[in-house]
């Protein structure tokens, strides 16, 4: 069965109809046709129906992508939507209508089986994750590319911009931020929630899994605050909430045999009818809890399952964006299906089933399905709903390292900006440039050497400057050399290195004087020019 395995199918938009297109694809592929005999006539290249079912009923299982718990009924159940769609037919060419059997009938493939082709979807805004900010850039730029403004510095700019580090302009002054607004803090919880969703999924959009308008922020808001001491959603309007009855019977069953405070008569097959009402109610649900606007975000998550540790956290994000009452009656009816299938003294709920596969069986529907039939939809609620069930815990807690990103950032929005003078004037822009990626190792020579190679050119140019005076040209140097000796010690090495930059003068002196030096006591001897 290892050679005929599904290959793994991962995160990304129509995993279902990719899921779909490969089961029928594996399915005419290696599926065993023989020579069968029907009311004495023999047929060439068909299979029975029960055949069909054990060979695709292994192939699901031993398949990562649906796993060990589908059942021999839902592989029936899908081998009729395979007649139905003409993946196969009737020996005699009948489909459609038919019913298939799971008995000696013959079935085979007819001469060409189209796959489904890949839904068309109302484009959605693909730069969905932007961050407020008090600056925006200029239209037509994208959060991939964000313009920086870099500054074009001479020795009067470096003056006024290093004034600070030598002592000579303490003086600051405080500017407060705009008051971030209600809406403000609803769009960076939106968005900073989307965005680490995209990247858990490793997406290069969310617009062909998720409608992000359809995306409420006030949801996410709540089911992080809006929570009691054991995590469950607090609902503001009770007119959602689970009615008495229901939450009566789900704590009846989540507490067995510990249910008698709840003065219910008590007799045979008593635990069967409490399981039935709860089982009805969620099955009459208008729609499912996960609703129908995330379908495919929960299904593309499930091609996470084998990074567990990854999926429980898109599986917890997903949940973020689910309305208040719909997180709360999860949470309560994935407790209840955990305590029950923990629970060694609760009696059997169903003939022919264990606990475990009845609950999966039972709340798939009313848990996952999309608003237009899906083929597989029994096969993924049910993976699903397995995975949630052994994960429930984890998966319906507030992912922490998102709340505190999102918290921190609206703190950083609120605090004050300290500007020194002289930091925002004489700015000379150029054309923008983007930031880009680089390796870790450009990345630590940058540390080391990028700040010094400007410095390094501030200084030559202080050095060069012909309209200084040596006076201010010494001024200068001597409060470069305070504030970046490094750099200075570099470009002097040596104090005679720096004394070449200022070479002493020499002064000229009389001759006479010179001459007297040499001759102090000759007596003076009149020459021809005294004569008369």
């Known amino acids: 069965m ?66 060990p718990e589908v059942t021999r009924k839902q592989t029936v159940q899908l081998l009729k939507k395979f007649l139905k769609n003409h993946v196969i037919e009737d020996i005699k060419g009948k489909w459609g209508q038919e019913d298939f059997e799971d008995n000696r009938h013959l079935y085979r493939f007819p001469p060409s089986s189209p796959l489904k082709p890949y839904p068309k979807r109302p484009p959605y805004q693909k730069d969905v994750i932007k961050f407020p900010e008090w600056n925006d850039p200029l239209p ?29 302009v303490p003086a600051c002054r405080l500017i407060h931020r705009r008051q971030l607004t209600e809406a403000n803090v609803e769009e960076i919880w939106k968005s900073m929630t989307l965005s680490y969703l995209q990247k858990v999924l490793g997406l290069d959009s969310l617009e062909e899994v998720l409608d992000i308008k359809l995306v409420n922020s006030k949801f996410i808001i709540h089911n992080v605050y809006s929570v009691s001491k054991q995590g469950v959603v607090i609902l503001d309007d009770k007119s959602k909430e689970l009615p008495h009855w229901v939450l009566s019977a789900m704590k009846c069953l989540a507490n067995w045999p510990n249910c008698s405070d709840l003065k219910q008569p008590m007799y045979l097959g008593f635990e069967k009818d409490v399981f039935k009402t709860i089982a009805d109610y969620y099955g009459n649900l208008k729609e499912p809890l996960l609703t129908f606007h995330l379908f495919d975000a929960f299904v593309s998550v499930l091609g996470l399952l084998q990074k567990e540790k990854m999926a429980i956290e898109a599986f917890q994000i997903c949940c973020l964006l689910l309305p208040p009452e719909n997180r709360r009656k999860l949470q309560l009816l994935m407790r209840m299906m955990a305590r029950i299938c923990l629970n060694k003294e609760m009696p059997p709920l169903c003939d022919g089933f264990g606990t475990r596969t009845l609950m999966v069986q039972t709340f798939s529907r009313c848990i996952l399905c999309s608003k237009d039939e899906v083929d597989l939809d029994d096969l993924l609620a049910a993976r699903l709903v397995t995975f949630l069930m052994d994960n429930y815990q984890d998966i319906l807690k507030v992912p922490l390292a998102l709340q505190t990103s999102i918290e921190e950032r609206v703190a950083h929005l609120r605090r004050v900006q300290i500007k020194y003078p002289g930091a925002d004037m004489d700015i000379t822009l150029s054309a923008p440039s983007f930031c880009r990626q680089i390796s870790p190792e450009e990345f630590e020579y940058q540390r080391a050497y990028g700040s010094q190679e400007p410095l390094a050119a501030l200084l030559e140019e202080v050095i060069t400057d012909a309209k200084l005076s040596s006076k201010e040209k010494k001024k200068k140097l001597k409060q470069f050399q305070k504030s970046y000796p490094e750099v200075y010690q570099e470009r002097f090495p040596t104090p005679e290195s720096e004394a070449l930059l200022f070479p002493e003068k020499s002064k000229a002196k009389p001759q006479l004087l010179m001459w007297a030096l040499k001759n102090p006591f000759q007596p003076f001897q009149r020459t021809r020019s005294f004569r008369m």
């Open 140 to 168: 037509g730029t994208s959060q991939e590319n964000i313009p920086v403004r870099p500054v074009v510095m001479n020795s009067e700019m470096w003056y006024k911009r290093h004034s600070i580090a030598i002592g000579e």
């Open 2 to 67: 290892r050679a005929m395995e599904h290959r793994i199918v991962g995160p990304g938009p129509y995993r279902a109809t990719k899921l779909w297109n490969e089961t029928v694809e594996l399915f005419r592929a290696r599926m065993p046709l023989r020579k069968h005999r029907c009311r004495f006539k023999s047929y060439e290249h068909c299979f029975t129906g029960a055949e069909a079912v054990d060979w695709l009923h292994e192939l699901l299982r031993c398949s990562q992508n649906f796993g």
